[in-house]
């Protein structure tokens, strides 16, 4: 199954249902499901920012399941969305310079924990061979 790796506690986010959207400087057409993969990094400044949230952060796994549902070009609409929806979790793209480089939003719908699956992760999708119970 396709695999993404996302540093925390941006994968945490995700799979506790609070991001619904993980950004990347590159379009995907994939519409579908795929595995997260929490990164062995974590972003300790991110994490101190949203540590009102309590997020329990695993490190170097598979945590979860989502399904791709849309990719979107972030613009300064698309950020006045994000800013609506959930300003604490998007701050840092809300107040992203979009003029540098082109965004893009993946859309996150059918979010499933998993038991944490201790794995290695790579760049862009990567393939793991997934059986869900």
């Not at 950004?23 to 057409?29: D, S």
């Not at 990094?41 to 949203?50: A, N, Q, V, Y």
């Amino acid at each position: 199954m396709k695999t993404l790796t996302i540093k925390q506690p941006f994968a945490s986010l995700i799979i506790e249902g609070q991001k619904k959207y993980e950004f990347r400087t590159w379009k995907t057409n994939y519409r579908g499901e795929i595995l997260i993969h929490a990164g062995k990094s974590t972003d300790k400044k991110e994490l101190e920012r949203l540590k009102s949230l309590n997020l329990n952060t695993e490190n170097g796994a598979i945590i979860g399941k989502v399904t791709i549902t849309d990719c979107i070009l972030v613009d300064k609409d698309f950020q006045k969305k994000l800013k609506k929806e959930n300003e604490l979790v998007y701050e840092k793209m809300i107040n992203k310079d979009l003029t540098e480089e082109k965004i893009y939003a993946f859309k996150l719908e059918n979010v499933k924990k998993i038991v944490p699956i201790k794995v290695n992760g790579k760049l862009s999708f990567w393939e793991y061979d997934f059986k869900d119970k």
